[in-house]
């Protein structure tokens, strides 16, 4: 059998606990978001779903015991176990939805929570000390900008706070403890654009506040930090490479970077025993769901969980990398997904799917596009899913990343006609009368532009996209992005904004088009939708609008997601001739 309908459930988060030590047979403790471990291993605290409490859950009994530790009419942002195991740290708003994100302090033991900041500031991340007698934390300044977050030091015992480096760079990105508690790292970034920048690793000693920095210059983009092993005195650190990420340690002494498992697939959210010995993970691919995996850091690792069995009694679509050239010899890569019945010599349906961004990339991953495109429902239909990463995408470096300034819809739309044309003439696997693009967001923006070029394409599914470039600098939450990529705003450089927007450029002949939208879209507000679809609607374009009401720039509503998916598998179905 193989998945050729979209289904959705109940969707509520449920936590569970495996034992690496013996059998993989994981068992549910409770519902909730955000679990993690009391210091001495013993219990879990996490925030119940729909009671607006917090519970400890103790591991050591028979079923598990949920018990109250804190009800939160103001439920917190965040929180964290002192490593003691005596206090937790929060962060809480200071009034409804724009208020101040401040930090509080709670014993479970003696009751209610106690306030440790306050100020024109706002806390974004924090970490506890080694000692749990301080915290580090970063914060935005009363414009809240996140190029302008700055690090600070607070002592718990006199409510000090002190600047963490007064003369490091910023912005203050995860600031964390090293294991002997006399150093701070955080990532920053190289450039004062945040649209461009590209993140490197700051190390401060404390007793000094002397600041060391270690510059990025390889060919991957920083996702996140894990921590400090003290044996080596190292950061292991995750990062997009290619299709898949790597997990990597850099040598605070020698400033060394060190890939420690790498390759196509996606391995991640690793968490790590005290000691740096071992290591847990999630690892999925395109036709295999997330499980967990635990490892010796230098040796195989093994699945102990198996939460998706249910999928191995599915036939799934093989998937594969694919490289091509762009027209100056770039070397692209991108990921294509074959039918379920795939056969050697046939050529098959292909849809084009285009990521977001632009400075975004597509991994190796089995959920991907489930709010708007299930790849694998397509593929069980018939149809080959391929899904580039063109220039400006993460995941290939800073000069691959940067490409697209000054050049939207110009270098990447070619990369991805080079891209068809590879699959269509070189690999031989493509009916070429049958070639459809979705894309949402950036991506609906880029298959705005094939509209607007009239590329050969049998079909399209375009998703809160961005089509007229000028009007969309006046509404857009983020017009600082536009302008960072345009190097002005649309009356410094109109010519530009308008050569590189699909909305003036549409062509007479028009292939047929779904637009879909979120009504409430603050990041591209709907009317670029509305306005590209009367204007589809005017040269006689067959095109179906469906705005989804209530929805913002991507829905968060499971009802909503699985008619997205409904309507783009039936969209394709009927133009592509997509098989029942």
């Known amino acids: 059998s193989h998945p050729t309908q979209v289904e959705i459930g109940a969707g509520e988060d449920r936590i569970w606990v495996v034992n690496t030590a013996g059998s993989p047979q994981a068992r549910e403790v409770g519902a909730g978001r955000g679990p993690q471990w009391r210091p001495d291993g013993r219990a879990i605290l996490y925030f119940a779903a729909g009671t607006g409490q917090w519970v400890e859950v103790a591991l ?18 965040s929180f964290k176990y002192a490593p003691d195991g005596k206090t937790i740290a929060l962060v809480r708003r200071d009034r409804g939805n724009r208020g101040n994100r401040h930090l509080w302090l709670f014993d479970p033991a003696s009751g209610p929570l106690k306030r440790l900041t306050s100020g024109p500031f706002s806390v974004v991340q924090f970490q506890w000390s080694p000692d749990s007698r301080q915290i580090v934390f970063s914060a935005t300044t009363p414009l809240g900008k996140e190029k302008e977050l700055e690090g600070y030091v607070v002592e718990l015992k006199s409510r000090r706070v002190s600047l963490l480096a007064p003369d490091g760079p910023r912005p203050v ?4 403890f090293t294991q002997e508690g006399t ?16 993140k490197e690793f700051v190390a401060v000693h ?8 270690y510059p990025h210059t390889a060919e991957y983009d920083v996702v996140s930090v894990y921590g400090h ?7 292991y650190f995750l990062a997009e490479y290619g299709v898949g990420y790597g997990l990597y340690k850099l040598h605070l002494k020698t400033a060394a970077v060190i890939p420690v498992l790498r390759g196509p697939e996606v391995r991640e959210e690793y968490t ?14 395109a036709n295999q769901p997330p499980e967990i995996y635990v490892a010796a850091t230098q040796q195989d690792p093994r699945a102990v969980t198996a939460l998706n069995s249910e999928f191995k009694t599915l036939d799934l679509g093989s998937w594969e990398t694919v490289h091509w050239t762009g027209e100056d010899g770039t070397l692209l890569e991108g990921l294509l997904i074959k039918p379920v019945d795939y056969v050697k010599g046939r050529r098959y ?7 977001g961004g632009p400075a975004s990339t597509f991994s190796n991953r089995f959920g991907t596009g489930t709010w708007a495109y299930p790849a694998q429902v397509l593929a069980g239909k018939g149809a080959l899913v391929w899904m580039p990463n063109p220039r400006g995408s993460t995941g290939y470096g800073l000069a691959f990343r940067r490409a697209l300034v000054e050049r939207w819809g110009e270098i990447d739309y070619q990369d991805v006609m080079n891209g068809i044309a590879y699959l269509e003439k070189t690999l031989n696997v493509v009916d070429a009368s049958r070639v459809g693009v979705a894309g949402w967001s950036y991506g609906g923006y880029l298959g705005g532009m094939m509209l607007a070029r009239s590329a050969p394409v049998k ?18 939450d983020i017009p600082d992005w536009l302008e960072s990529y345009f190097k002005g705003t649309p009356k410094a450089r109109p010519d530009l904004y308008q050569a590189c927007s699909s909305l003036p450029n549409l062509p007479t002949a028009l292939s047929p088009v779904l637009i879909q939208h979120g009504e409430k879209d603050s990041r591209v507000p709907v009317s670029q939708s509305r306005t590209l679809y009367e204007a589809l609607r005017a040269k006689g374009c067959a095109v179906t609008y469906v705005e989804y009401k209530g929805e913002g720039h991507v829905p968060q509503s499971r009802a909503v997601k699985a008619a997205s998916m409904a309507e783009n598998v039936a969209w394709f179905s009927r133009h592509l001739g997509l098989k029942d």
């Open 60 to 77: 050591d009994t028979r079923p598990p015991v949920a018990k109250p530790v804190l009800a939160a009419a103001r439920p917190p942002l």
């Open 173 to 176: 990105h995860s600031p964390r």
């Open 183 to 198: 150093r701070v790292y955080y990532q920053t970034t190289d450039i004062p654009d945040p649209w461009q920048a590209s």
């Open 206 to 213: 404390l007793a000094s506040r002397q600041v060391t920095r």
């Open 229 to 235: 092993s003290p044996t080596e005195d190292v950061l």
């Open 272 to 285: 790590f025993s005290s000691d740096f010995s071992k290591m847990a993970f999630s690892w999925e691919t």
């Open 349 to 355: 349906p292909l849809i084009v799917w285009l990521h």
């Open 459 to 476: 079909a399209y599914s375009l998703g809160a996209g961005l089509y007229d470039l000028a009007t969309l600098h006046a509404t857009i």
